[in-house]
């Protein structure tokens, strides 16, 4: 692949990483998904169970990617207050929770019952 074919990867890579730099959220959900991918190693996860989890990351990494786009183009052209501002920022915070949710629910609903055979049966 030539030099300028790889450009659109160094792109996206660029904005992974100036995100996980600069927005704590999204180190908390690598230290989150990190501890998901642990468990489920030392638990044997099945595959369909590894479909869910790793959906369930990619969800809440790809929400909180759009969530900084929206945050940082609104700062851009809206500095000042202003309702529609509120209201992209508001909306876009609200991707990030409803994926967050899904993937604790998911997280739980796989986990849980595992958890509870190890330690308590
Ligand atoms: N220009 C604006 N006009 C109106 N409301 C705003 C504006 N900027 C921020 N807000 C309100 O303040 C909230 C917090 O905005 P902020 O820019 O601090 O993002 P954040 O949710 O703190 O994101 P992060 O924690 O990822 O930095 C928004 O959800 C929105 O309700």
Redesign the pocket.
């Known amino acids: 692949m030539s030099k300028n074919g790889l450009r659109p990867f160094a792109h996206a890579w660029n904005g992974i990483t100036a995100t996980y730099r600069t927005?704590?959220?999204f180190k908390i959900h690598l230290t989150f998904s990190l501890a998901a991918i642990a468990l489920g190693i030392g638990m044997h996860l099945s595959a369909s169970d590894w479909c869910w989890i790793t959906l369930c990351i990619a969800l809440v990494f790809v929400a909180e990617l759009i969530?900084?786009a929206i945050?940082s183009v609104?700062?851009l052209v809206?500095?000042?207050?202003?309702?529609?501002?509120?209201k992209a920022?508001?909306a876009?915070?609200g991707a990030v929770l409803i994926a967050a949710v899904f993937s604790l629910v998911v997280g739980g609903i796989i986990f849980l019952p595992k958890l509870w055979r190890h330690f308590v049966i």
Not at 78 to 86: C, N
């Open positions: 927005e704590r959220n969530n900084t945050e609104v700062n809206s500095p000042a207050y202003h309702p529609l501002a509120k920022k508001d876009a915070a």
